[in-house]
C-alpha cells in the first residue's frame, strides 16, 4: 500500500526512471488490484480499513446496512491467518515494515549529482503520518558517501577560543548530562528544482530532503562550558566532519548557546550510519548542511571560518548577480503530502488532506489550506503536538465535487512570517538560485482525479 494509503482512492505515484523494477511491478501489480477491489467494493479491505470506497469516516463500513457485497466476504470468510499460529517472537531479531510497505523507500533521483558518492536520498512525504520520521526513510545527503565508523576510536576535539582545548570519547560524551528534543532537518537545496520552474512529478522529490526526529544528545552548550570557551570574544564555533569531504562549517555563538546539539541518538536508537553514527551536531531551525555527520572537531573563533563549504556552496544567487551568504535558517513553510503530484483520487466526495508545516524560527502559528489556487482560504486542523522547530501536521476537510481543483497550503509561524507565492520570492530572489526556495506548494486536481506539479501565481 504504502504511497497509494490515501483510504485506497489513490493510486501509488508513479515510479520514475532509475527506480527499482521491481518495486514498478509491484506498484503496477497494486493498481490493478485496487483497481478490481474497488470495483468489487471492497475498498475498505484494500486500504487497511480506512476510507474504502464504501467508507465514509462520518458514517464508517457498518453503519451502513446495506446488503452484504462482495466486499464483506472478505469479513465473513476466516482466511488463512485466523486458523494457523502466526509466527515466533525470534523470526526478526530487529524489526522491519510488512512486507506489503516495500514500495515506500528513499529514492535516489539518477543523475543529480556527478558521482554516486556525492548523493542525495529523498524522504517519501506521501506516505507518512504524523510528524516523526523513521529512521530507514530518513532522507540522506552525502557529499563523499556514509561510513560506519567504530565508535570505540571515534574522538570529538574542542579547541580554538577556549581556556582548557579537550579530546572526548564517546563514552566520555554518553556520561554527561542528556536531552532530548524533537526538530525538523531540511537541506537548504530542498525544493530547489522548482526555481525555474516545475521540474519533478512528486513531493517525494519536491519536498523530501526534510525528516524530522527526536534527537539525543548534550547540549553544545554544556560542553563550551567544560572546556572554558570564550563565549564573549569567541562569537563563532567551526563544525568539522571525519568524512572524505572533512564537512566544515561555521555556526554562530548565539547558536551554539541556544540550542545546537552534539547528538548521538535519533528516534530512541544509535544514529543510522548514513546518518552521522556516532555523533552528529543537530542545529535546529538551521539548513541541514550545518548539522555535521561524523562529527569529530569544534573550534570557537572571533570570526566565521569561510570554510569551503560556506564561501562556494550554500550561498543564493541574487538576481544581480551577488550571492547572499551564511543564509542558514529555513524560514517558514508547508507542503500538502497528499493527496500531491502523481497520486490519483479515484472517486469524488470526502478527503482529508493532510500535510506538513515547519519554522526555523520555532512554531507553526496557522496554516491555510486553499482548493481555488489561491483565491479562497480556509484554517487547517493543527495536530498536537506543535512544537518549535518540528514538523507540524495539519489536516483539512475537503470533498472533490469532480472538477478540477489547486490543491496549496500556506504558512505563518510565531513570529509572524507568512509563506511567500513563488512569483513573490522570485521578485526578490530570481529565478536562478538553487537554495531557500519555501515557496507555496500547487498541487492540481485534474478532472480524472489525477494529481499534477504546478506553478500558480
Ligand atoms: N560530515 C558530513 N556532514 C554532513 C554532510 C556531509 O556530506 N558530510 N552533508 C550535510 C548536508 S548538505 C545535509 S542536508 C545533512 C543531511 O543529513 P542526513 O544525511 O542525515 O539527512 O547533513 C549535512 N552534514
Ligand atoms: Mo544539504
Given amino acids: 500500500m504504502s504511497d497509494n494509503r490515501i483510504g485506497g482512492r489513490i493510486r501509488p505515484a508513479p515510479i520514475v526512471a532509475g527506480d527499482d523494477p521491481l518495486a514498478q511491478a509491484g506498484s503496477r501489480a497494486r493498481r490493478s488490484f485496487m483497481g478490481k477491489a474497488l470495483a468489487m467494493g471492497a475498498g475498505a479491505a484494500a486500504s487497511g480499513g480506512a476510507l474504502g470506497k464504501q467508507v465514509s469516516p462520518a458514517t464508517g463500513p457498518l453503519q451502513r446496512g446495506a446488503a452484504v457485497g462482495a466486499g464483506e466476504s472478505a469479513i465473513l470468510e476466516l482466511p488463512a491467518h485466523t486458523r494457523s499460529l502466526g509466527q515466533p517472537v525470534a523470526a526478526r531479531a530487529y524489526g522491519l515494515p510488512s512486507q506489503w510497505e516495500r514500495n515506500l523507500q528513499r529514492r535516489e533521483s539518477p543523475g543529480l549529482t556527478r558521482v554516486s558518492a556525492a548523493g542525495v536520498s529523498f524522504t517519501p512525504l506521501q506516505g507518512m503520518f504524523g510528524i516523526l520520521t523513521p529512521n530507514g526513510l530518513h532522507f540522506e545527503r552525502h557529499h563523499q558517501g556514509w561510513y560506519d565508523i567504530d565508535p570505540s576510536g571515534h574522538r570529538l576535539m574542542i579547541m580554538g577560543m577556549v581556556r ?44 523530501g530532503m526534510l525528516s524530522c ?31 572524505g569531504a572533512s564537512m566544515t562549517r561555521t555556526i554562530s555563538m548565539a547558536n551554539a548557546l541556544d540550542d545546537v546539539m552534539v547528538a548521538w541518538a535519533m528516534n530512541g536508537e544509535m544514529l543510522r550510519p548514513e546518518n552521522g553514527y556516532p555523533l552528529r551536531l543537530v542545529v535546529p531551525g538551521v539548513q541541514g548542511v550545518s548539522w555535521v555527520k561524523y562529527l569529530r572537531r569544534l573550534e570557537v573563533g572571533d570570526q566565521p571560518f569561510y570554510t569551503k563549504d560556506e564561501v562556494i556552496h550554500y550561498i543564493d544567487l541574487m538576481p544581480d548577480g551577488t550571492h547572499r551568504q551564511f543564509t542558514s535558517l529555513q524560514e517558514v513553510k508547508s507542503v500538502i503530502t497528499t493527496p500531491s503530484g502523481g497520486q490519483v483520487l479515484l472517486d469524488h466526495g470526502y478527503y482529508n488532506v493532510t500535510g506538513l508545516a515547519w519554522s526555523g524560527r520555532g512554531r507553526v502559528k496557522r496554516v491555510d489550506v486553499s482548493v481555488d489556487g489561491g483565491r479562497n482560504w480556509r484554517p487547517a486542523r493543527l495536530e498536537s503536538p506543535v512544537l518549535p522547530k518540528a514538523l507540524t501536521r495539519f489536516n483539512f476537510d475537503w470533498s472533490w465535487d469532480g472538477s478540477p481543483a489547486v490543491l496549496q497550503s500556506r504558512a505563518i509561524d510565531e513570529s509572524g512570517h507568512v509563506q511567500p507565492k513563488i512569483n513573490q520570492l522570485r521578485a526578490v530572489r530570481g529565478t536562478r538560485s538553487i537554495y531557500h526556495n519555501n515557496a507555496i506548494q500547487s498541487w492540481k486536481v485534474s478532472e480524472t482525479g489525477e494529481v499534477f506539479n504546478v506553478q500558480v501565481y
Fill in 164 to 207: 582548557e582545548p579537550r579530546v572526548f570519547t564517546m563514552d566520555d560524551l554518553m556520561r554527561l548530562p542528556a536531552v532530548s528534543r524533537i526538530h525538523f532537518i531540511e537541506c537548504g537545496a530542498n525544493t530547489g528544482m522548482e526555481w525555474g520552474n516545475v521540474a519533478v512529478p512528486t513531493v517525494q522529490y519536491s519536498h
Fill in 213 to 243: 526526529c527526536e534527537y539525543t544528545g548534550v547540549l553544545l552548550s554544556t560542553l563550551l562550558d567544560m572546556v572554558g570557551a570564550n563565549t564573549r570574544e569567541g562569537r563563532y564555533v567551526l563544525a568539522e566532519g571525519a568524512d
